[in-house]
């Protein structure tokens, strides 16, 4: 569970990382500590991979409108 703050996580990135905190949250026996820095990281992954959702979504429809106005 790497944090590389120099380069940005892409989407598929970001969502496997979330996918790993979540099992391990899931399954239990990490230290109330621990728990609380892998929940914050997940929000922090949870917010990025929204931001990668939201910008494909502007890019998705940008493409259709500037295909109805052709």
Do not use: F
């Amino acid at each position: 569970m790497a944090e590389d703050k120099t380069e940005p996580l892409n989407y598929e990135q970001a969502r496997a990382e979330l996918a790993t905190i979540v099992e391990r949250l899931e399954a239990g026996g990490t230290s109330l500590e621990e728990s609380l820095a892998l929940w914050e990281r997940g929000e922090r992954l949870a917010d990025i991979c929204q931001r990668w959702l939201d910008g494909a979504r502007e890019r998705i429809d940008a493409a259709r409108q500037a295909r109805t106005e052709s």
